[in-house]
């Protein structure tokens, strides 16, 4: 087995703005698994709350390809996993790049779209929703008028000027809206006066509402709360989703938090048998690691896979979409099309 991988400056089309933290591009690695005259791509987006950087990708990568070499054929995924992953602490979203790699590549061998590996039913794939980032009212308006094609709209929240912007939205759109306060409320009180508010304002369910670390503060949010709460920040990996229960409504499974498709899929039978909800989501990311979520986001409760529609140079067709959902491809692997 061959890995190679190359670096790619993603652009937003619009700066985008997360609890006073502004980006203009994100920079993602694709990774490439070859075997048998077949090639599967992953893509690895470090974010900026996990402490991985682009070098601890490239260098991990660096150091799996003698590995790679040695591994003779993919019957067993999940142990290439195991010492992808025991190879070194953290490193989460590369780790998610080789797995959708590993993924793409086995469902073309076997001549398998990737939704079957994993037993879901493209036509219980829920609406996506799409994010309005922070701006001016103006310009607030100006995202919502853009973003007609998605049925559900995603607000980041957590500021001084929380109000305003649901008014900016509402001036333009009655499409129900979810939103993600990122940690950024501080006070439990105000935290659910905002929700009971929000809810009026048509908002379906609230992510993370108060910083991972006060358990107690979003225990007593969610016992309160009109709406579902969703932990996204506080939850990352399988053994995090137990925690999740009794503080939280619902996770948010994302591919560069949780190591990818097959954890990705462990953590949401885990949160059932919980009986927490789910909510599948992305990080900046083209549609590779996009196409590789949305293989499992027909299990889901809420979809949130709208990453590759905010980057202005996605060098891959964006998924294609309908009616506000993702349609699937019944190509063997992602169905992955470059430009
Ligand atoms: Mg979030």
Redesign the pocket.
Known sequence: MKLSFEKFELKKKYPFTISGHTMLSQTVIYVTIEHGGYSGTGEASPGYYFNETVDDVINFYTSLVPDFEKFPNLDNRQAIMDFVDQKRPGLTAAKGGIDIALNDLYGKMSGVPCYKLFGANPATMPITSFTIGMDEPAMIRKKVREATDFKLLKIKLGGERDREIIEAIRAESDQPLTV?A?QGWTDRQEALDMIHWLKEKGTIFI??PMPADRRDDNAWVTEHSPLPVVA?EAVQRLADVEKAKGVYHGI?IKMSKCTGMLEGHKILQKARSLGLKVMI?CMGESSVAILGAAAIAPLCDWVDLDSSWLMANNPYEDPMLKDGRIILSDEPGLGLRKK
């Open positions: 993600d990122n992510e993370q996204d948010n989501g």
